[in-house]
C-alpha cells in the first residue's frame, strides 16, 4: 500500500505538450510550410468571398444559402484552430502547445467537426423537400426551421465537445508529453495517458458512432428518396436540374465523410500512423479549401453573383475621365 502511494506520488503532472507535426524529414519541411500556407490562403478567401455573396446578393437569401453560408463559416474558423501550430512545426524545432492550448483545440476540432456533420446533413434534408415537395418548400423550410435546424447543429456539436474536452481532463498525463501529430486529437493523447483510457474509448466510440450512424442515415434516406423522385420524372430537364441542386452537396459529403472514415476506422497498426497523419491532412486542410470552390464552380447562382460583385468593383475602381 505504501509503495503505491509513493508511485502515484512520483506521477509529475504535464503542463505541455510538444507536437511532432505532419513530418520529421528536414529537407521537406520548407516546401510543405509554403504549400499549407498556400492551402490556408486559399480556404480563408475562398470561404470569406463565399461568405460575403450570400449575404449581400438578394438572390442568393434563400435557405439552401443559408446552410452553405454556416458551411463556410464553420469551414472558414475550422481552419485556424490548427493550421498556425501546423505552420509552426514547419520551423521549430520544438512545437509546443500548453496543456491548456492543447484541451482548447480538442474542443473547437470536436465542436466545427460535429456541427460540420449536421449541417451537411440538414443540407440533405433541404435537397429532399425542395426535390421532392416544392410546393411546400417556402412552408417547410421556413426561416424558423431553418434557425432550429442550425441552432441543434451547433448545440450538437457543443455536446459533443464537451463529452470528449471533458473526459480527456480527467486523465492523468506522466513524463512523456510528446504527441506524434500535429493537433491535439483524441486517440494520440489517449496514447499519451498514464491511467485508464476505457472510458473515453467507450465515449468517443458511442459518440462517433451516434453522430456518424444518425446523419448518414438521414442523408441516405434524404437522397433515396429523391432519387425515386428523379425516376419517376418525365422531363429532361427536370432530371438535370435534380442533379446539379445536389451534385455539389453529394460531392461535399463523400469528401469529408471518407476521408473522416479513412482516418479513423482502421485496423490499429505500426505503419498506420503516417496514413493517419495524410487522411487527417483531407478533411482538416483540403476538404474545407475544395467547399467554396465545389459550390462556386458547380453553380449558376453564385457565379452570377460574383460577376456582378466583380463588376461592381471594377466600375468604383474606373478613373473618372473628365473632359
Not at 175 to 192: E, G, T
Request: with cysteine; aromatic share 12%; glycine share 4%.
Amino acid at each position: 500500500m505504501p509503495m503505491k502511494k509513493m508511485a502515484v506520488e512520483n506521477v509529475s503532472s504535464v503542463t505541455q505538450f510538444i507536437l511532432m507535426g505532419l513530418t520529421d524529414k528536414p529537407e521537406i519541411q520548407l516546401p510543405l510550410f509554403f504549400l499549407f500556407l498556400l492551402n490556408h490562403v486559399v480556404t480563408v478567401v475562398g470561404n470569406l468571398i463565399l461568405m460575403h455573396l450570400i449575404c449581400f446578393s438578394s438572390h442568393l437569401h434563400t435557405p439552401m444559402y443559408f446552410f452553405l453560408f454556416n458551411l463556410s463559416f464553420i469551414d472558414l474558423c475550422y481552419s485556424f484552430v490548427f493550421t498556425p501550430k501546423m505552420l509552426m512545426s514547419f520551423n521549430s524545432e520544438r512545437n509546443v502547445i500548453s496543456f491548456a492550448g492543447c484541451m482548447a483545440q480538442l474542443f473547437f476540432f470536436c465542436f466545427f467537426v460535429s456541427s460540420e456533420c449536421y449541417v451537411l446533413t440538414a443540407m440533405a434534408c433541404d435537397r429532399y423537400v425542395a426535390i421532392c415537395k416544392p410546393l411546400l418548400y417556402t412552408i417547410i423550410m421556413s426561416p424558423q426551421m431553418c434557425s432550429l435546424l442550425m441552432s441543434a447543429s451547433y448545440v450538437m456539436g457543443s455536446v459533443v465537445a464537451m463529452a470528449h474536452t471533458g473526459c480527456m481532463m480527467k486523465l492523468k498525463f506522466c513524463d512523456f508529453n510528446i504527441i506524434n501529430h500535429y493537433m491535439c486529437d483524441i486517440f494520440p493523447l489517449l496514447q499519451l495517458s498514464c491511467s485508464s483510457t476505457y472510458t473515453n474509448e467507450i465515449v468517443a466510440s458511442i459518440i462517433a458512432g451516434t453522430v456518424i450512424i444518425v446523419s448518414s442515415i438521414i442523408i441516405f434516406i434524404s437522397y433515396a428518396m429523391i432519387l425515386f423522385n428523379v425516376l419517376h420524372m418525365s422531363s429532361a430537364k427536370g432530371w438535370s436540374k435534380a442533379f446539379n441542386t445536389c451534385g455539389s452537396h453529394l460531392i461535399t459529403v463523400g469528401l469529408f465523410y471518407g476521408s473522416g472514415l479513412l482516418t479513423h476506422v482502421k485496423p490499429s497498426s505500426a505503419g498506420s500512423l503516417g496514413q493517419e497523419k495524410f487522411f487527417s491532412v483531407l478533411y482538416t486542410n483540403v476538404v474545407p479549401m475544395l467547399n467554396p470552390l465545389i459550390y462556386s464552380l458547380r453553380n449558376k447562382d453564385v457565379k452570377a453573383a460574383l460577376k456582378k460583385t466583380l463588376k461592381r468593383i471594377t466600375h468604383r475602381t474606373e478613373p473618372v475621365v473628365l473632359f
